[in-house]
């Protein structure tokens, strides 16, 4: 499988024949293995010229580029070879239809739901009394099933991650890291900058994950689609955030990978230095490699590949093929 590539640094990707590679400070180049990788992550400050644009195209390798904070600013999205007719059409009309859009949304707030559970009971069978916080949810969990509007659905989604993050003090028991509330722009402390850090990287995921379907990022249902951003890779990420970014978090910061002093205070709010950033990365991309084994096809799969497979079964959803379930962990 294809691998994604993060650049952290300033300097230029350039193209020499059938190579790109990226030169940095002190003309030191690093070359880009083009045939084995699928994504490039811009941290830096990089210059791309045309020529770079249009090889990079030519391969099917998107690039995400983010700004000094971290913050996702933007991709370049190569010409969509999968790209369907039908399947827009199918997208449009599950979309424009309430009740099948509602259905679909409550799928995603659903699967959402399991997972934080599951999460949740892996480390209340590690010790740590989480039996208040897990009632709360499951009382919201049964609220889903009878929201009448996609607004509604989403304000128990939030409800539900709010009576979720009072956990995250309990399972990392560090003051440094103390999640007190949830802010995202900017982010107000530590715990809140992993948070928005880690989601972000999971959205541009998603996106790539999406690039190689049928299906088009602009049409989501749980998020609403309008004229500003892709919202398909919010919809299905928010199943996955909590097996994925969150165990990322918990991990990092009860091994102690991660200190105080890897992060910047700037215009009010705090942002991982580049030094908290690449441990971050670096085992998430761990994460998106580690196989499980799934139960309906009998096999191991990577959590990167279930991302697509999640993506395949919605595709199946809107022909009217089989009706999507969200993947639920079942460790």
């Known amino acids: 499988m294809k691998g994604t590539i993060f650049v952290f640094s300033n ?80 997208q449009a009309e599950c979309y424009l239809d309430r009740e099948k859009r509602l259905e679909l949304a409550k799928r995603f707030v659903w699967g959402a739901c399991k997972n934080i559970e599951k999460v949740l009971r892996y480390y209340s069978a590690r010790g740590i009394n989480l039996n208040q916080i897990l009632s709360k949810i499951s009382q919201l969990e049964d609220s889903i099933v009878s929201q009448a509007e996609v607004e509604s659905l989403m304000a128990i989604e939030g409800n539900i991650r709010e009576v979720y993050y009072n956990a995250f003090d309990l399972i990392v028991n560090d003051e440094d890291f103390s999640m007190d509330t949830r802010t ?80 910047d205070n700037r215009l009010g ?26 139960s309906k096809i009998g096999r191991d799969v990577s959590y990167r590949r279930l991302l697509r497979l999640e993506l395949y079964k919605l595709e199946k959803h809107l022909m009217g093929e089989v009706e999507y379930e969200p993947f639920v962990a079942e460790w």
């Open 11 to 90: 300097g230029e990707l350039k193209r020499k024949e059938n190579t790109i590679y990226f030169e940095g400070e002190n003309n030191t180049k690093k070359f880009i293995p083009v045939e084995n990788t699928s994504e490039l992550h811009i941290f830096g400050e990089v210059t791309i010229n045309k020529k770079v644009l249009e090889f990079l195209s030519q391969n099917e390798i998107i690039l995400h580029f983010y700004n000094y904070y971290g913050y996702y600013v933007g991709s370049y999205y190569p010409r969509e070879h999968y790209n369907s007719g039908f399947m827009i059409l199918k």
């Open 184 to 263: 995202k722009r900017p982010p107000r402390n530590r715990m809140n900058a992993l948070i928005s850090f880690g989601n972000t990287l999971l959205y541009t995921t998603v996106l790539s994950e999406i690039y190689k379907t049928h299906l088009d990022p602009r049409i989501g249902y749980l998020h609403t689609t309008n004229f500003r951003r892709f919202t398909l890779n919010l919809d299905v990420a928010e199943v996955f955030k909590p097996i994925i970014v969150d165990r990322v978090i918990f991990y990092i910061l009860n091994k102690g990978m991660i200190k105080s002093d890897d992060f």
């Open 269 to 294: 709010g705090l942002y991982l230095k580049e030094s908290g950033r690449s441990v971050f990365v670096e085992k998430f991309e761990e994460r998106l490699s580690t196989t499980i084994k799934h």
